[in-house]
């Protein structure tokens, strides 16, 4: 009998903890993430930015305000290993005209490879784990090869990233 006494005093304890920490890590997500930090500091300055950990912490990988033809080369704001690393992305370009930036799988804005579009009004991709490129392009995390701003209409239904 003592011991089940134990047990639930034990088991009451904990489920007590849990009510006690569950309103403060509501209350966290209720503030929002890094991302949210992110697009308080910079707002519509007209960039597109990448990070190499989800929900925009970790390094960033750049920030351009221009297309880049590929990732991996030594031009543009993305050098190097760049294009294996991006776990969330941000669009905080001006609204109007071509406003959508389109990530493709491999170098030189092939839509046939896959791409995926971020549109200015989702303002980022927090973790890029549950995206896919279009025609099975494979998973959008830790693989984007070039980007440009594209408009909308450039972007089909299936292509939009969350």
Known sequence: MRV???GTAVAALGLAALGIAAPATAQAAAQGGYCDGEWNSHGRDGLVRAW???DCTGNLLG???GNDY???????????????RPKSVMNSGYVGGKDVVAFYRTSGWRYEYGYVCLSPYELYADDLSDNWYTNNGGLVLNNIGSH???TASACAANSWLT
């Not at 030594?74 to 294996?84: I, K, R």
């Open 52 to 54: 190499d950990g989800y």
């Open 63 to 65: 920030a351009d305000v």
């Open 70 to 84: 590929a990732w991996g080369d030594s031009s543009g704001q993305f050098t190097g290993d760049e294009y294996a």
């Open 148 to 150: 440009q701003w594209v």
């Open 4 to 6: 089940r006494t134990w």
